[in-house]
């Protein structure tokens, strides 16, 4: 099987080194992209196997490119692991509203976030979280 | 001048109490008997020349049978019975629901002309409370929705979400590389530093927000108080020359920085309006043309709205001014810059009466209006008001955003029998049962179906 690609929107540098880091080492090839405004473009170009997405991204938010994608056929069914600095409550209903896939708090435990990817992309060793 | 009725009651009852009989004191007075006892029952105004005579007779301070401190005391306790309303209607559940009965508004006069002490502590711990109330509010508010604090915050987590990854990848990757290492490492150090400078503006916001508020009092009011102890008038601004800042430096009122931002943004448009319409030449125009904010923009040819705000910044005893009072408003009506005039009441949390030709001129941009007035009360007071709206300057493609400005004088003695328009100063306190601009109930009976 050909390596899993995985876009990571963040724009946080080191956040997104330290997830490229571990993803990296369990098989991911992952690419960064650190600006909302170009994600659409990026992602119908090259279409990855999930995405990781952070809520507050300068130029678009993450709330609108997600809503973008599900109204889009060809990118509806893409796995999306959203990613926020605010909590539990708001944040985490906003993003299950707009189609995310599944939902992270920041700051997050590095084991979580490769369980999460694996969970919603159907891979093997995922240790399923409840919902 | 409208006096309360009250006023009357309280000659009877300082006369008994002097022992003085009706007839002595008229005669005293230069006035008649007959016309003694209209007043003391309340059936007949009294002038301020006569309160004076009838209270030089006595040998008391005029003041003391006056409206003055009234005034304020009757809106002050209508505020505490609408206060207490609202915690009844909005608190219906929970321990403390003890109802009470709401002090019986009719007997108001009476309490305030037998215990004026009481009364005054009671309006007094009143605005306290209102106070406080609005320190929780607006710390409720900075919480839910300060930038600053929501920034901070976002801040701080990402920085630690970088700093548990980054830490956890150095302890748990036994095999990483030494470039790896070397980077991650660079890493926590970059974030610690961060996470370091984002807590001390954090304290130091915090610290500044608390000393800000112990004052017990918006940055509105700080500047309020601050003009109010200085006359509304700053010599200083008016040769130019002095910088605001200087100014602002030596205030203690000015607690908070924001009020020292507002009074800085106040003075600099007071010297510019000193710049346009220069003390003396208009002080001279003023005797010439009399208060006519048409005429005096006209002669200095500068906008309305800035005659306005220089009318109500001259220094005490411009002629026929008064003590003038001064209200502006942003488009979203909110009062941004409050002048009382006496009499004229101003809400001091809530929102003020629709009716106000200040937000008729809102809704009429570049209108001059012109309009005499009665503030609601137990007698109407009677004011000439002027009023103008303009956009404030923001340049092409920039929001429109408008700014009105409300001029209120005494109002001259031959408009005394012409048509004025009613108004009031907030809905819950304000008379005026049959009003289309109501927008919620008042607490105060009709006083013109109650009196009819």
């Given at each position: 099987m050909a390596q899993r690609q995985v876009l990571l929107i963040e724009d946080e540098p080191h956040i997104a080194e330290a997830i490229r880091f571990i993803l990296t080492r369990a098989g991911w090839t992952v690419s960064v992209l650190e600006d909302g405004a170009r994600a659409i473009a990026r992602i119908t170009g090259d279409p990855p196997d999930a995405i990781i997405l952070d809520l507050m991204l300068p130029g678009r938010s993450g709330l609108e490119i997600l809503a973008d994608m599900r109204a889009d056929a060809a990118l509806r069914d893409l796995p999306v692991l959203m990613l926020s600095a605010r909590g539990q409550g708001r944040d985490r209903d906003a993003a299950t509203r707009a189609g995310a896939t599944a939902f992270l708090a920041k700051p997050f435990a590095n084991g979580d976030v490769l369980d999460q990817l694996e969970a919603i992309t159907g891979g093997g060793a995922a240790r399923r979280e409840p919902a | 001048m409208a006096r309360s009725p009250l006023t009357g009651t309280r000659i009877r009852e300082r006369r008994n109490a002097?022992?003085?009989?009706?007839?002595?004191?008229?005669?005293?007075?230069?006035?008649?008997?007959?016309?003694?006892?209209?007043?003391?029952?309340?059936?007949?105004?009294?002038?301020?020349?006569?309160?004076?005579?009838?209270?030089?007779?006595?040998?008391?301070?005029?003041?003391?049978?006056?409206?003055?401190?009234?005034?304020?005391?009757?809106?002050?306790?209508?505020?505490?019975?609408?206060?207490?309303?609202?915690?009844?209607?909005?608190?219906?559940?929970?321990?403390?629901?003890?109802?009470?009965?709401?002090?019986?508004?009719?007997?108001?006069?009476?309490?305030?002309?037998?215990?004026?002490?009481?009364?005054?502590?009671?309006?007094?711990?009143?605005?306290?409370?209102?106070?406080?109330?609005?320190?929780?509010?607006?710390?409720?508010?900075?919480?839910?929705?300060?930038?600053?604090?929501?920034?901070?915050?976002?801040?701080?987590?990402?920085?630690v979400t970088s700093l548990r990854s980054t830490a956890a990848i150095l302890v748990e990757t036994e095999d990483i590389e030494p470039e790896w290492r070397a980077r991650f490492l660079n890493t926590i150090q970059e974030e610690s530093l961060r996470l370091s400078g984002t807590a001390e503006a954090l304290v130091g916001y915090l610290d500044e927000m608390e000393t800000a508020e112990t004052g017990l009092s918006s940055p509105q009011e700080q500047l309020e108080a601050w003009l109010e102890a200085r006359g509304w008038h700053f010599p200083e601004l008016e040769g130019g020359?002095?910088?605001?800042?200087?100014?602002?430096?030596?205030?203690?009122?000015?607690?908070?920085?924001?009020a020292r931002e507002l009074a800085r943004g106040h003075l600099q448009r007071q010297a510019e309006d000193a710049r346009a319409l220069p003390?003396?030449?208009?002080?001279?125009?003023?005797?010439?043309?009399?208060?006519d904010p048409g005429a005096l923009a006209a002669r200095f040819a500068v906008p309305l709205a800035q005659v306005l705000r220089r009318l109500a910044a001259?220094?005490?005893?411009?002629?026929?001014?008064?003590?003038?009072?001064?209200?502006?408003?942003?488009g979203s009506g909110t009062l941004t810059f409050r002048r009382a005039a006496p009499g004229f009441l101003l809400p001091r949390f809530a929102a003020a009466c629709p009716l106000w030709p200040l937000y008729e001129?809102?809704?009429?941009?570049?209108?001059?209006?012109?309009?005499?007035?009665?503030?609601?009360?137990?007698?109407?007071?009677?004011?000439?008001?002027?009023?103008?709206?303009?956009p404030r300057p923001t340049g092409f493609d920039g929001p429109v955003l408008m700014r009105a400005t409300m001029l209120i004088l005494p109002a001259p003695a031959q408009s005394a029998d012409a048509p004025a328009r009613p108004i009031g100063a907030s809905c819950r306190i304000c008379p005026r049962g049959e009003c289309p601009g109501r927008r919620e109930p008042s607490i105060v009976a009709d006083a013109s179906a109650g009196r009819a």
């Open positions: - | 002097l022992g003085l009989k009706q007839a002595e004191l008229a005669r005293a007075s230069g006035i008649s008997a007959a016309y003694l006892n209209l007043i003391e029952h309340n059936r007949r105004r009294v002038s301020d020349a006569l309160i004076e005579r009838i209270a030089g007779a006595m040998g008391v301070d005029p003041v003391t049978l006056g409206e003055g401190a009234e005034g304020a005391l009757f809106a002050g306790l209508r505020e505490a019975v609408a206060s207490l309303e609202l915690a009844e209607t909005g608190g219906g559940n929970g321990a403390g629901g003890t109802s009470q009965a709401a002090p019986d508004l009719d007997r108001i006069e009476e309490f305030v002309g037998r215990f004026p002490a009481w009364a005054a502590l009671l309006v007094n711990r009143q605005a306290r409370l209102a106070e406080l109330e609005r320190v929780v509010e607006t710390y409720a508010e900075r919480m839910a929705q300060d930038p600053f604090l929501l920034t901070s915050l976002h801040e701080v987590l990402s920085a020359g002095t910088d605001p800042a200087e100014l602002i430096a030596g205030a203690p009122e000015l607690a908070s920085s924001a003390l003396d030449p208009v002080l001279a125009a003023l005797a010439e043309l009399g208060p001259l220094p005490e005893g411009a002629p026929g001014l008064g003590q003038p009072g001064l209200v502006v408003c942003d001129a809102l809704a009429r941009p570049m209108q001059p209006i012109r309009a005499l007035v009665d503030m609601a009360g137990r007698l109407p007071q009677r004011f000439l008001t002027y009023a103008v709206s303009e």
